[in-house]
């Protein structure tokens, strides 16, 4: 007998094995069907309060590190409150990935849940549903794509998502998904040959269509 329990093993991903390789062939795809020379341009979905703190900036440097080569975007660089409901379904087609910035949820494990509202709710199911990248950044793991994590919807008149981190994510173990992630979202140099094979949508919107039961 084992001294302790399979249950209490930290878990490194909440995704089954075939989800996994469902979604590394998925952004092999994206990264085969991107043209050498094209810019790779990722949006970076954070609560204006986060942005507002002493750290972001660091913050944001080391969400630069990880993603070498790409642009990355935030809301004052494409909308105004203004023109942002009118103006997202016609920029948000041609970004290539998101990374969201969330607030912790209260009484959790340090780093374990974190929060999106409804603004940053939306703009995840958005990119999920057509299959592009959507990674979490969680302070001390890194970046975490959303198919590791586990994913609820809360509320009701005022719908929200929690979103959970595996409890034994090894920043120092990258897993094959994140791997994937970051070749998907890393610039193509011009001397690459281009393809043309399209990515499939991601199977990852189905945890917003229904609370976790």
Known sequence: MPDSPAEDIPLATYAT???????????????????????????????????????????RGKIQHRLPGTQLLQFDDLFTPENYAETWPQISPSLDGMVVVAPTKRGALQGSVYRLGEVGRLEVIDFVKTGRPVLLHARGLGLIPFVDCKVHRVGDEKLRTKVTVPSGWDP??????????????????????????????????????????
């Not at 050498?36 to 341009?41: A, F, I, L």
């Not at 979202?185 to 949508?201: G, S, V, Y």
Request: charged residues 30%.
């Open 172 to 213: 120092h173990d990258y897993e094959p998904t994140l791997q994937a992630a970051l070749r998907a979202l890393r610039p193509r140099r011009t001397d690459d040959r281009p393809t043309a094979e399209p990515a499939r949508p991601s199977h990852l919107s189905r945890p917003f269509d229904a609370p976790h039961q």
């Open 17 to 59: 094995a075939k989800q996994q390789r469902a979604y590394i062939e998925a952004m092999r795809r994206i990264g085969k069907a991107r043209k050498p020379g094209d810019p790779v341009r990722v949006y970076i979905s954070v609560p204006p309060a986060l942005v507002q703190r002493p750290g972001w900036q660091q913050r």
